[in-house]
């Protein structure tokens, strides 16, 4: 079997596990959160809303972040094994930094959110030059936003958002041009209840330097295989595959 026929059976699995039904458990588990959100006040989640948007948008687009410079002339294989090698190295900061933060008690805690996304970005921006794409193109970064999505949402939403990125060449030109236009309410719940469950425990005192650690490192894997997911798909889409291996 060669490199390719190999990530063509891993990407068919993983459109398979974001397209099938639902569970049970996880349909009882999106009742209850929802009907949680329903007794917060909406100025409440306008306020979370405006504060992640904030957050994101500034790492998003930051100037700090547009130093990843697309790699070329390399074959698939090589481009996926110097990704995966920064896929680990991130893991390990991000496990680091959990650690830390979920040692120093609530204040700590609450700084890891912003230091936490600040990493799960840049190791995009770098999963996405290691596939040969310009994160200075607006569009690529809104690709990565669509990623972080797809790691971080519901069952149902990781659909919906599979389903727009599954022509995203494509289409990218349809996207809006304001990234406010960006349904950033629904990005900020479904981030936040992914991660809720994940990161409390990280608030108690003495387990929440294990529980930030382990909380961090699973949390950037999961982006991680996210993301090579979604470029492998737009690479076979666009029959690049091929191109790369040669």
Same mark, same amino acid.
Request: charged fraction near 20%; aromatic fraction near 12%.
């Given at each position: 079997?060669?490199?390719?026929?190999?990530?063509? #059976?891993?990407?068919?699995?993983?459109?398979? !596990? %974001?397209?099938?039904?639902? #569970?049970?458990?996880? @349909?009882?588990?999106?009742?209850?959160? !929802?009907? %949680? @959100? $329903?007794?917060?006040?909406?100025?409440?989640?306008?306020? %979370?809303?405006?504060? %992640?948007?904030?957050?994101?948008?500034?790492?998003?687009?930051? $100037?700090?972040?547009?130093?990843?410079?697309?790699?070329?002339?390399?074959?698939?294989? /090589?481009?996926?094994?110097?990704?995966?090698?920064?896929?680990?190295?991130?893991?390990?900061?991000? &496990?680091? +930094?959990?650690?830390?933060?979920?040692?120093?008690?609530? =204040?700590? $805690? =609450?700084?890891?959110?912003?230091?936490?996304?600040?990493?799960?970005?840049?190791?995009?921006?770098?999963? &996405?030059?290691?596939?040969?794409?310009?994160?200075?193109?607006?569009?690529?970064?809104?690709?990565?936003? /669509?990623?972080?999505?797809?790691?971080?949402? $519901?069952?149902?939403? #990781?659909?919906?958002?599979?389903? !727009?990125?599954? @022509?995203?060449?494509? #289409? &990218? /030109?349809?996207?809006?041009?304001?990234?406010? +236009?960006?349904?950033?309410?629904?990005?900020?719940?479904?981030?936040?209840?992914?991660?809720?469950?994940?990161?409390?425990?990280?608030?108690?005192?003495?387990?929440?330097?294990?529980?930030?650690?382990?909380?961090?490192?699973?949390?950037?894997?999961? =982006?991680?295989?996210?993301?090579?997911?979604?470029?492998?798909?737009?690479?076979?889409?666009?029959?690049?595959?091929?191109?790369? /291996?040669?």
């Amino acid at each position: 079997m060669t490199y390719e026929q190999k990530i063509l #059976s891993e990407l068919e699995f993983w459109k398979f !596990k %974001i397209l099938q039904k639902q #569970s049970f458990f996880g @349909n009882v588990t999106d009742k209850v959160q !929802k009907k %949680i @959100n $329903s007794y917060i006040p909406d100025k409440v989640h306008n306020a %979370i809303t405006v504060t %992640i948007k904030q957050m994101v948008k500034a790492v998003l687009f930051g $100037s700090k972040y547009t130093t990843a410079k697309p790699i070329l002339h390399l074959t698939l294989m /090589h481009r996926e094994a110097l990704i995966k090698q920064k896929i680990q190295n991130y893991k390990k900061t991000g &496990a680091a +930094e959990g650690g830390i933060t979920g040692a120093g008690g609530f =204040l700590m $805690s =609450l700084a890891d959110f912003p230091i936490l996304l600040g990493i799960k970005m840049k190791m995009l921006f770098d999963i &996405a030059a290691g596939y040969g794409y310009d994160v200075n193109d607006y569009r690529e970064r809104l690709f990565i936003l /669509h990623i972080f999505q797809l790691a971080f949402s $519901s069952k149902q939403e #990781s659909k919906n958002v599979f389903l !727009k990125m599954q @022509n995203w060449d494509k #289409s &990218a /030109h349809l996207l809006p041009t304001n990234i406010d +236009e960006f349904d950033w309410l629904t990005f900020q719940q479904q981030y936040r209840d992914y991660i809720d469950l994940a990161k409390l425990a990280q608030l108690i005192p003495f387990v929440g330097a294990a529980v930030g650690a382990v909380a961090n490192y699973k949390l950037i894997e999961k =982006l991680g295989k996210t993301a090579m997911m979604a470029y492998r798909l737009r690479l076979i889409q666009f029959e690049t595959l091929k191109n790369l /291996h040669s």
